[in-house]
């Protein structure tokens, strides 16, 4: 079980000037931690810093409040999986799960028979002798997986581990992570640039962007109570009404809404879709619309709403069931106190 520590962690590329700075955040021990951002924003490069692949210009690095800064990659114990050119096409499966060992000086009677209970536990019983050209792209994942973790690491680190996978691989793969993240009660680091990803897979989430971290928390904090339009942006927040806020109203060109909180530097209120019902009179908190369009999304039905008081202004809703409204009827939504977020 090991803690990890980024301290004021800094780290500047100097032939692109993109840097992360000032970093810092706790990573818990025997638990998964999401690092979560658009494409470009520093993810690979602190798991690299974690790594011991990338040197810290600044700050510190600890596990278990022991600083690993100056301490070369593989003395550290965190290991990388799921990078393509960690598998060696030219070893058979068991050499390629068991070359740790060897780096490590472990006999070979002894390499073989920790490979092939690693094998096992990643369902690739019987599958020593093969070459990894020979098994299926999520069978080659588990291999780097079993390749990790057969050395007994301290931090277990996955850049993008369930991308490239259909969704049926997806899902076993999730649970393959977690159930060996259990068992092991490794602390793990995934790297993702797709929320769902992040959700399904980690305890707790860290969201950077340009090289920042914006909100740290729990999956569901990011739906519940996204500390910035940015955030709710990117956990698919659509609705969004800008305006100003005195004390618990929030003043917008449709209309005053009454919200639960206050907060005078918001500029903008959101509801999530599944949060709007449809009613057919006018109260308080309530947007008359127009139906612009519905579609029917295998488990919900969306519907895309224009607002009758500022027509550029577009809602969308969901419902679990069909609402048998045509294209063009108007009616009234209510934006229930509790579910209205305030943001920035
Ligand atoms: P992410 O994993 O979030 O997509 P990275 O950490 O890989 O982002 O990269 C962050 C930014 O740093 C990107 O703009 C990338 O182009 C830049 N970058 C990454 N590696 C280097 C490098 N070795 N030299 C210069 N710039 C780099
Ligand atoms: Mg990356």
Redesign the pocket.
């Known amino acids: 079980m090991t803690t990890v520590n980024l301290t004021n962690l800094t780290k500047t ?1 100097p ?2 000037g ?1 840097s992360v700075e000032d970093f810092n955040l706790e990573i818990p021990s025997g638990k998964i931690t999401a690092l979560l ?10 798991l690299k810093l974690i790594a011991g692949l990338l040197t810290p210009d600044n700050g510190d690095l600890t596990f278990d409040d022991v600083s690993v800064v100056g301490i070369p990659a593989e003395q550290r114990g965190a290991v990388m999986a799921f990078q393509n050119n960690l598998v060696f096409p030219w070893l058979s499966v068991g050499e390629n799960v068991a070359f740790g060992l060897k780096m490590r000086g472990i006999s070979k009677a002894k390499r073989q028979q920790q490979a092939k209970e690693m094998l096992n536990l990643v369902q690739l019983a019987g599958f020593e002798n093969r070459k990894p050209s020979e098994l299926s792209g999520g069978q080659q994942q588990r291999i780097s997986l079993a390749r990790a973790l057969v050395t007994q690491p301290k931090v277990l680190l996955l850049d993008e581990p369930l991308s490239n996978l259909d969704a049926h691989l997806r899902e076993e793969m999730r649970a393959l992570i977690q159930s060996l993240q259990q068992q092991f009660e490794i602390t793990t680091v995934v ?1 993702t ?1 797709d929320q769902e990803e992040a959700v399904i897979l980690a305890d707790q989430i860290a969201l ?1 962007f340009d ?1 920042k971290l914006h909100q740290y928390g729990e999956p569901s904090d990011f739906y519940q109570r996204p500390t910035s339009r940015r955030v709710a942006e990117f956990f698919g927040g659509v609705n969004f009404i800008d305006g100003y806020a005195t004390s618990n109203k929030f003043i917008t060109d449709v209309g005053i809404f009454t919200t639960a909180i206050s907060d005078a530097s918001a500029n903008t209120l959101s509801i999530r879709p599944e949060h709007l019902q449809v009613i057919n009179t006018q109260a308080e908190n309530t947007l008359g619309v127009t139906l612009l369009e519905q579609s029917f999304m295998g488990t919900y039905y969306r519907y895309t709403w224009q607002t009758i008081q500022n027509p550029e202004l577009v809602v969308i809703s969901t419902s679990t069931t069909d609402l048998h409204i045509s294209i063009g009827e108007s009616t009234q939504l209510l934006l229930p106190t509790e579910h209205l977020m305030l943001l920035e």
């Open positions: 590329y032939d692109s993109f951002g658009p494409s470009g924003s520093g993810k690979s490069t602190l790297v640039h950077l090289g």
